[in-house]
C-alpha cells in the first residue's frame, strides 16, 4: 500500500452510505470529516512504515473516540499531548483534531489499549469490525453494538488492510469481531475488550498470545 493506495482506501471508506443510526464520519458532507480523513491516512502511513505483522480487530468507534479524531482506537488527548512510546500521534506529524471535537472527553478505552501495548512493548495494527459509528436511533452522541449486516459491511475493509500490510495474525477483540471474522472464514483467537474493566483480561490475553509467537 503506498500513498495513492492508501488515499483510494479512504476514500472508499468515505463513500460507504450507513444507516440512519450509524455516522459514517469520513464521508464528504462534512468538512471537519476532510481531517479525519487526512489523520487515518497519516496513521496508515506511519503504521506502514513500521511493518506490523498482527492486527487488532474491534468492534466499532466510540463517540468519544475514532468518530472524533478518524484513527482507530485513539481520543483528542492523544493528539493534543506529546508522541506515545511508540513515536505516534506527536506533534509536528500532521495530526488535526476537528471543531466538533471540542467539549467531547477523551473516550477511556483508547488510553487503557495504548497503555496495555507500551507495556507489552507490542505495536499491532489496530482496526474495527466495523469502522463507522454506530449510535442509538436518534441520540448521536451514544454507542450501540453494531449489527451483523453492519459488521458485514465492514469486512472488505479489514480485509483489505490484511493483505495490504501482509498481516500475519488478525486477532478479535470482543465478541462482535470475533463473530465477523468467523463468518469470513477465519478461525481466529479472541481477547477480551479493554473497555468497561476489562484492561486486565484484555492485557492477560495478549500476553499469552504473544508468549505463544515468540
Known sequence: MSDPAIRAFVDRLASVQTGPDSQNFFDFAAAGNA????NLELYLQEMLDRRPDVLLLGEAPGFRGMRITGVPFT??????????????FGPGKGYVLPADSEGI??????????????ELEF????????PWHTHVAGRPLSNRTPRAS????????????????????????????????QRSGFD????????????????????????HSR
Not at 488492510?161 to 477483540?173: G, K, N, P, R, Y
Open 75 to 88: 481520543n483528542r488527548t492523544m493528539f493534543e499531548g506529546p508522541a506515545n512510546e511508540f513515536g505516534l
Open 105 to 118: 472527553a477523551a473516550e477511556p478505552t483508547a488510553t487503557v489499549m495504548w497503555q496495555v501495548l507500551a
Open 35 to 38: 481531517l479525519r480523513r487526512r
Open 123 to 130: 505495536l499491532p495494527l489496530l482496526w474495527s469490525a466495523y
Open 188 to 211: 481466529v483467537p479472541k481477547i477480551r475488550h479493554p473497555a468497561h474493566g476489562g484492561r486486565s483480561g484484555f492485557k492477560r490475553g495478549l500476553q499469552e498470545l504473544l508468549a
Open 150 to 181: 453492519e459488521a458485514a459491511l465492514g469486512t472488505p475493509f479489514w480485509q483489505a488492510l490484511t493483505e495490504a500490510f501482509s498481516i500475519e495474525t488478525v486477532v478479535a477483540v470482543g465478541n462482535v469481531a470475533h463473530r465477523s471474522l
